[in-house]
């Protein structure tokens, strides 16, 4: 489905909207012939094509396996020492590394296959259901307007053409609706799989190959599942438009840095600090840092939420969680910061010294974190009663304080997940966000808006939600963001408003 695609049907289901509230039997006649009009043509697209697309990724992930088996088998045979360049690795190493990322390419090829199937499959489904449709507003037309086959109107069927032709607008707004849903899921599994490819995000850069392969294949817990790799496709790309704009003495220092650090999530980390725009210099003090560190320790000090795995976030055994009854909105924004930046991360988790054991304590953390949570609420709550918590504004001017940080500006979207026209592009802005790499704070509520919890990961048709409330990392499924059903991960049932990167 093309943008255009996607306005003209969301435009017609609104026309079609308001027919259906204006009609009665005096209009029914008129009405009837300008909504023939109006759904004169199917939902766009060939299902036929699409399906040919389908299977030339099917042929493609069957070809890319046994690529990836050779590479990682010559990695693991005794190959001569033939560099220790720039990314610091034997050339075992970097085989080993390309492999995993070529393996990688086989279940995300067969994912788009299934995705561009099942759309071939609704969307053929759907223009079958609009030809009948088509055909019965001709009938029920032909029906009213004429008396034993002559062109005379019938007012007596005037009063069943406005019941049969409520029942099949209905109908044929079920039908676009179906269609833009259908577009909207296309459009979030592709872009996941396009959101996973976080080597081509740096493909076109000045990085070394070498450096891009040892870098995009780590994750926060050590392995990459799902949404959790250290550096996220929006990352990796600033991180390989900052390297670029480096002058060549500082390309120099950082390709040390880098080839010293003694694991791909270390690198990763690096490049990471790099793409939150910290200055050479910062970035380097940060890599003398964490040099001498574990993996283990990276992890448990520079990423204190987890994509990749649901339950609760704890630090040191401890809860991360909001402080009070109204920072959620404060605590949503300092995880969306420290998950964009690794420096800040550093800070919260040790006060920049992590080997004084006086800042680096639970008690020391958690009452940083408290600090935290109170200065960014008082920053995004002025001129506003504080007793309300955090307004959109707030957070978005907190946010947006932090753009040359978090890579982007956000703007606040106000959502009613009862309208279809509202919460489905909410949903597939948010997911696209998500998978590209960014973190998106949802507003949610009952009655009234309520409540702030962040969206920080998309595997399959779930979405990944921290929630500030109690600390969880849940997941709920699309159709449950988009039916207003979110209250197992998010603590209320509906979505009020999106803060998408603009």
């Known amino acids: 489905m093309t943008t255009t695609d996607y306005v003209q049907v969301s435009t017609l289901i609104n026309r079609l909207r308001q027919v259906l509230e204006a009609l009665n039997p005096a209009n029914a006649v008129s009405a009837v012939v300008t909504v023939i009009g109006m759904v004169s043509e199917p939902p766009p697209g060939d299902p036929d094509r699409i399906e040919e697309f389908a299977t030339a990724f099917a042929v493609a992930a069957g070809d890319v396996g046994p690529v990836a088996t050779d590479v990682q088998r010559l990695g693991t045979q005794r190959l001569p020492e033939i560099w220790r360049g720039v990314a610091g690795v034997s050339a075992a190493e970097l085989m080993i590394a390309t492999g995993r990322l070529v393996e990688q390419t086989t279940p995300q090829f067969t994912r788009t296959r299934g995705a561009l199937e099942a759309y071939a499959a609704e969307l053929r489904t759907l223009r079958t259901q609009h030809a009948d449709l088509h055909a019965a507003l001709h009938d029920a037309w032909r029906d009213a307007t004429h008396i034993a086959g002559f062109p005379v109107p019938d007012p007596t069927a005037l009063d069943d053409l406005a019941r049969s032709l409520a029942q099949l607008i209905a109908g044929c707004i079920e039908v676009y609706d179906r269609y833009v849903v259908a577009g909207d ?18 493909a076109d850069s000045n990085l070394p190959p070498a450096t891009i392969v040892l870098t995009t294949g780590s994750g926060v817990d050590g392995s990459l599942n799902g949404d959790n790799a250290i550096l996220a496709g929006a990352q ?9 704009q480096l002058g060549p003495e500082d390309r120099k220092r950082f390709a040390e840095l880098l080839s010293q650090a003694p694991s791909q ?18 970035v380097v003090a940060f890599g003398r840092t964490i040099n001498g560190r574990t993996e283990s320790w990276l992890h448990q000090h520079l990423s204190l939420v987890n994509p990749g795995q649901t339950g609760t976030a704890t630090y040191d055994g401890k809860r991360l969680d909001q402080y009070n009854g109204v920072t959620c909105g404060s605590m949503t924004t300092v995880v969306l910061r420290s998950m964009a930046d690794p420096l800040y991360a550093l800070h919260l988790t040790t006060g920049g010294q992590p080997d004084n054991s006086e800042l680096t304590n639970i008690e020391a953390v958690q009452r940083r974190l408290e600090e935290e949570q109170q200065a960014t609420y008082e920053r995004s709550t002025r001129n506003w009663p504080p007793q309300l918590g955090t307004p959109p504004w707030g957070l978005i001017g907190e ?72 600390g969880q990392v849940g997941r709920v499924g699309q159709d449950d963001f988009r039916n207003g059903n979110l209250g197992a991960a998010a603590g209320f049932r509906h979505a009020n408003g999106v803060a998408l990167p603009s």
Do not use: C, Q
């Open 185 to 202: 899921a296309l459009a979030i599994a592709l872009g996941d799989v396009a959101g996973k490819a976080r080597a081509g995000a740096m």
């Open 236 to 244: 990796a790309t600033r991180a390989a438009d900052r390297y670029g």
């Open 265 to 282: 999530a270390h690198r990763a980390y690096l490049l990471k600090a790099l793409a939150a725009g910290h200055p050479i210099d910062d």
């Open 399 to 470: 946010l947006n304080s932090h753009a040359d940080t978090l890579g982007t500006e956000y703007e606040f979207r106000l959502v009613d997940d009862t309208d279809a026209g509202s919460v489905n592009p909410a949903l597939r802005d948010a997911v696209t966000a998500v998978n590209a790499g960014h973190t998106v704070p949802v507003l949610v509520g009952d009655s009234y808006p309520a409540h702030y919890v962040l969206l920080i990961g998309h595997e399959g048709s779930d979405l990944v939600v921290y929630n500030p409330g109690n």
